[in-house]
C-alpha cells in the first residue's frame, strides 16, 4: 500500500489547466505545481497573477500557453498544442469561462436585456468548450496511468439566485446563461466520468462564491447564508484540486464536489 504523501505526489504528472491566468485557475495551477506537476496554463490573455504566484515553482515546471478559446480553428489544435509544451498529460482542468465580472453588454444585465448572443457565446465558452477539449484530448490522456479531468462549476450550476443578496446593486448577480452553462457542465461532468470509466476520471469541483473586493453589506448577508459564516478564500481550491488530480481519489468518478462552506446544504 502506497504512503498517503505518495497517493498526493504529482511528480512526473503533466497538467493542462485552461484559464490558467485567471484567479482560481493560477491558483489550482499552482497547487499542482507545488505537488510537483507540470503545468500548462492556458489563457486568451496574459495576467500578472501567474508571475505572482509561481515565484517558487522552477521555470521548467510551469508554461503559459496563449489561446482564445473561442475560436475553434485554435481549439482543434489542442492535442498538439499540449504535446508541444507539456508532451503528455495526465491532468485536465476545464477552468476558464465567461464570469459574473465580465463587461459584457446584454451579460450581466436584467433578464429582458440579456442578449441572446451572449448567452450562446456563454454556453460556447463554459459548456462547449470543456467539452470539445475533452473530446480532443482522450487519445492523449489515454496515453496516462492515471489521467483525470476536472471541471470547474459553481453554486449557480446547482441552485438558484437568491436575489434579495443582490437588490442593493453593490454587487451582480450572475445571469441565466452561467447557471444554464454550469448547470450542463455538472451533467457533462457525470456523462463523460462513466463513458470514460474505466480508464480516465472525471470529476467537477463547484464553488462558492470566492472573496476578492467585495462589498462589506454583500459579504455579510453571504456569510448568513454560509454555515462555516464566510465567503471562499483563493486557497480553499487547492486540496480539493490535488485530491481530484492524484491518485489519493483514484476510486472517484463522477462526483460534482461542493466547496462552499455549507451554503448549499440547507
Ligand atoms: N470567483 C468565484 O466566486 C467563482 C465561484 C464559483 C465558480 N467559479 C468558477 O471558477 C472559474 C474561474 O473563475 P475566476 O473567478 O478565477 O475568474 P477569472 O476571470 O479570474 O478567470 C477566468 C479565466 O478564464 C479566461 N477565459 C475566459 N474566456 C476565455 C477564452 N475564450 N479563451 C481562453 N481563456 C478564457 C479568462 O481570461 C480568465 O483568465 C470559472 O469557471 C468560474 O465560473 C468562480
Known sequence: MRTISELFNLSGRSALITGGSGHLGSTIGLALAECGAKVGLLDKVDTELVDKKFTNINKE???KIKMDLSDKQEVSRISEVVKDTLGSLDILVNCAAMVGTDEVKGWVDPVESQSEEVWRDALEINLTVPF????????????SSSP?????????GVLGPDWSLYSSGDIKGTPAAYAASKGGLMQLTRWLATSLAPTIRVNAIVPGGVERNTPVRFKKEYEKKTPLKRLAKEEDI????????????????????MVDGGWSVW
Open 61 to 63: 515546471n510551469y508554461q
Open 132 to 143: 470539445v477539449i475533452t473530446k480532443h484530448l482522450i487519445s492523449v490522456l489515454n496515453e
Open 148 to 156: 483525470s479531468v476536472i471541471n470547474i462549476g459553481s453554486i449557480y
Open 238 to 257: 487547492k486540496g480539493i484540486s490535488v485530491f481530484l488530480a492524484s491518485d489519493a481519489s483514484s476510486y472517484i468518478t463522477g462526483q460534482c464536489i
